[in-house]
Every structure is written in structure tokens, then in C-alpha cells.
């Protein structure tokens, strides 16, 4: 069993930065991911990141979110810089471990105009 946590979310002005992070309960050797969810929409994938740390971002994030991963800590970050209100979100920490997903309870991220 694999626990997720997350952490770091709040309201924030257009423009500002937050960095979530996200802890395992046990040290993931697979992709860990990042989604998000907004109010009626969807929840769609942010980042990943590999084992290796080889990063892979949605288009709509490309250049101002950035995911990383200390595999020591078992904790995946994302920090989010230049966020817009169109950012505002559940975010989730998600990872598969032996062909299971795991999810993460979320942390919500507020942007305001």
C-alpha cells in the first residue's frame, strides 16, 4: 500500500509562485505525475517526471511550471511559477506501483485575477 501526501497549495495573485510537493509512504522506482482538477472540468495530467528525472509537461504549463523529484526524500515537487487564474485547481500527486495507481488526497491552488 502506497500512501501520497501533498502539500503546499493556497491562494495566490496572478503572477506569484507556489511549489506543491508530494510524499510517499515508500520509495516509487516508476514515473510520478502531477493532475489537476478545476470546478466542472476534467482532471487532466500537468507533469511527469521519470525514475531518471526526465521531465514531460502539458502544453498549457510548458515554461512556467517546472516537476522534480528527490527520490532520497520520496517526494515529488512541482513548483508553479507565473500562475494565472485559469490555474486555479485541485492538484494531485499520482504515481503507479506494481501495475496499482495511487492518488493523493490534493492540495487546492487559488490564483486570483
Known amino acids: 500500500q502506497v500512501q501520497l501526501v501533498e502539500s503546499g497549495g493556497g491562494l495566490v495573485q496572478a503572477g506569484e509562485s507556489l511549489r506543491l510537493s508530494c510524499v510517499a509512504s515508500g520509495s516509487i522506482f516508476s514515473a510520478m505525475n502531477w493532475y489537476r482538477q478545476a470546478p466542472g472540468k476534467q482532471r487532466e495530467r500537468v507533469a511527469t517526471i521519470s525514475n531518471g528525472g526526465t521531465p514531460n509537461y502539458a502544453d498549457s504549463v510548458k515554461g512556467r511550471f517546472t516537476i522534480s523529484r528527490d527520490n532520497a526524500k520520496n517526494t515529488v515537487y512541482l513548483q508553479m511559477d507565473g500562475l494565472k487564474p485559469e490555474d486555479t485547481a485541485v492538484y494531485y500527486c499520482?504515481?503507479?506501483?506494481?501495475?496499482?495507481?495511487?492518488w493523493g488526497q490534493g492540495t487546492q491552488v487559488t490564483v486570483s485575477s
Open positions: 499520482n504515481a503507479w506501483v506494481l501495475l496499482r495507481q495511487y
